[in-house]
Structures are given as C-alpha cells and as structure tokens.
C-alpha cells in the first residue's frame, strides 16, 4: 500500500511564503495595468469632448464656445447634443459622488447643485474643463483668445480639453511650472493633477488629436496667441 503524502508545517509555510512573494510582484504590474487602461479611456474620452466641440464650430460658423453663466449654461450644454452621453466629461479614475457645489481634487471631481449649472437635466459634475482662451467671447486678454477654430497657428499643440479641478483655466503658457506638486494656488491648481500613472494628464487639441502628457509639460502647450509654441518632447 502507499503511503499518502503529507506537507510539514514548515513546507506549507515555505508555499505560502512563495505565493505572497508572487502576489507582490505581480500586484504593482497588475496596478499599473489597470492604471494605464484608464488613462487610455480618459484620452478617448477627451478626444470625443474635442470632435463634439468641431461638430458644434462646424455649425456655428467655426465659432469656439461661449463663457459659462452661471445657473445656465457651460460648455459641456453647448456640446452635449454632438455626443449625448452624460458621462462622457467624467474621468474614470475620479469620485465623482460628491454633491454641493465644490472643486475637483486628484481624486475627486468638480460639481455644484441645482443653483449652479445643469447637465443634461442633472446637477453638473465631472472632471474635465476647458481652455478658457479658446471662448469666442473672452472679455479680458481679448488679444488672446481664439474666436473660431481657424485661429490656433499650430493647431496640434493648441489646447481645448484637459483634466482640471474646475470646467476652465487660463495658463499663461510663458510662466515657469510651479514648484509645488498641487500648481500651488490659482490657475495652476486647475490644472497640476496627479490622476494617472507616471503622473500624466490627459489633453485633447484643436485639431482633434488627443494624448497623455506629464503634467509638468502642460505649460509647454499653446494655451493662447502668444504662446511661444514650444514643441512637445518626446513621450
């Protein structure tokens, strides 16, 4: 007859001691897999926010958006009807659970109530906002901002969406990055989100292409006419 196996507590142990090696060498790469599959929606998502806004030019006389009014409208109204899904100005690696009017976080999203501005019949959240020098009616830096979508010199490197904290921002695209890892204060805090793996945001332009770039390079986008146009590095 044969004798059945047996493990001794120290063979056990010495299997279990191999599987959680196992578990923490996969866990991170399985954590950045995760991570990068939903920086890839998000650059999608930014990318459809960037062809509504040419489908909504296209019939508008190739007029950008208009500013915001407060408990009207903003620019995610302008543009809904050339997508139609409301979660599309979400980012999925973001709480947007929040209710009140509040601003976003790296983690959690812009919002407001009932007295603030609707979406699609529904409080506003999300996460994404827009370049406010691209307003057609810009009442300050009027020298600046882009009226039609013809305007941006090089088009490729002129920003419209990105991930923000609030629905718009105006960078001065000659100011030094902030030495603070949050933007520190203003604008900058609009925009300095951690969100993603290798600390990228992600940016649609006018001419319709979309990517994910490091955060510390946002200011190297055109964000208005007199930017220097300062090429991207290579990602």
């Not at 609009?190 to 994910?212: I, P, Q, W």
């Amino acid at each position: 007859m044969l004798e059945k196996c047996k493990f001794t507590l120290i063979e056990l142990l010495v299997v279990i001691a191999i599987i959680g090696i196992l578990v923490s060498i996969l866990f991170p790469s399985l954590s950045i897999a995760r991570g990068t599959a939903i920086s890839s929606v998000c650059v999608s998502q930014v990318k459809q926010l960037g062809y509504a806004h040419t489908m909504y030019s296209d019939e508008n006389s190739q007029k950008t958006l208009s500013l915001p009014e407060i408990s009207k409208t903003a620019w995610f109204e302008f543009i809904y009807p050339y997508h139609e899904s409301p979660q599309l100005i979400q980012c999925p690696a973001v709480d947007h659970s929040g209710t009140g009017w509040r601003w976003g976080t790296n983690v959690t999203g812009w919002g407001g109530d009932s007295g603030w501005m609707r979406h699609n019949g529904h409080d506003a959240a999300g996460s994404y906002g827009i370049n406010g020098y691209t307003y057609n009616d810009l009442t300050w830096h009027t020298d600046w901002n882009y009226k039609t979508i013809m305007e941006p010199e090089v088009p490729s490197i002129t920003l419209l969406f990105m991930d923000m904290s609030w629905i718009d921002a105006w960078q001065n695209a000659s100011n030094a990055n902030p030495t603070e890892i949050d933007g520190s204060g203003g604008s900058f805090r609009r925009t300095y989100l951690y969100r993603h793996v290798k600390n990228k945001t992600s940016v649609s332009f006018m001419d319709g292409s979309a990517k994910s770039i490091p955060v510390r390079n946002i200011l190297m986008l055109d964000w208005h006419k007199e930017s220097q146009h300062r090429l991207l590095p290579a990602l």
